[in-house]
Every structure is written in C-alpha cells, then in structure tokens.
C-alpha cells in the first residue's frame, strides 16, 4: 500500500491525501499517517524538483573522489557543504561521486579547490560538468 501512495505522490507532490485515498483504497486519514511515517523513517521526501542552471546556478557538476582511507568522515565532511546535493559511495574508479552546485566558474573553482580537496583524505577528483539536463525523474521508486 505504501508503495501505491509514494507512486501517487510521485505523479503529483500535491495530490491531496483524499485523491490518494479513493485511488489506494484508503481513508484520507490513513493515507496522511502512511505519508507521515513515510517521511519521518526517511523512506519519503516530498519537494519541488528543480533544474538549477534555469534557476540561475551557472554550473553544476558530477565530481568524481578518490579518497585514502576511510571513506565515511570524507563523505560526511563533503555532504555538510551548502553547494553539495549528492553524495554516494561507489566500487569503480572513484570512491564517491558528489552532485554539486555552483554559481559560477570561479564559485566551483573554489570549492573544489578550496574547500573539497582540502578535506583530509581526498586524493584526487574528477570534475564533469554538466551543459544540459535532458532527463531528471524520480518516478523509480514503485516498479
């Protein structure tokens, strides 16, 4: 059933929880505690999905870390940068790939520079920048 509500928000963030309810089968209060589990386990976000270079953010990029050592203090310091959207630890050629947000080239000149590579730990990174989003969807969830 659950899987059935998240399919239903994916479609539409602001379907009402009555909508949700006459197509799951479901009381609109039920569908309400269902959702709020959802989100308070961390198994559900509910947000506006934007592009970010239409909103003004000249650049973003995919970086790609290799790091020595752990790789869990690395990856928490990265995640607790501002421009920092995206952190997964990966098996491959880097050790984590980081989704980062930047106004500008100098803005991603210095926090790569500056601040990501600063962190003790990081031994290299790749930058891939991103010139066009051509597909953003987040309807895998439910399949």
Do not use: N
């Not at 959207?85 to 790569?112: K, N, P």
């Not at 590579?117 to 920048?129: K, N, P």
């Amino acid at each position: 059933m659950s899987k059935a509500i998240i399919e239903q928000l994916q479609q539409d963030g602001r379907r009402s929880y009555a909508a949700i309810g006459k197509v799951v089968g479901l009381s609109e209060a039920a569908v309400r505690q269902r959702v709020q589990r959802l989100i308070e386990s961390g198994v559900m976000q509910v947000v506006a999905v934007t592009d970010p270079l239409e909103l003004g953010f000249a650049r973003q990029a995919m970086v790609g870390i290799r790091v020595s050592g752990a790789l869990e203090p690395v990856a928490d310091q990265i995640a607790e940068l501002e421009e920092v959207d995206y952190v997964v630890v990966t098996a491959g050629s880097y050790d984590l790939l980081v989704e980062v947000v930047c106004e500008s080239d100098e803005h991603l000149l210095e926090l790569i520079s500056g601040r990501i590579r600063a962190i003790e730990g990081v031994a290299g990174t790749e930058t891939f920048m991103y010139l066009r989003l051509r597909k953003q969807t987040y309807s895998w969830g439910v399949r």
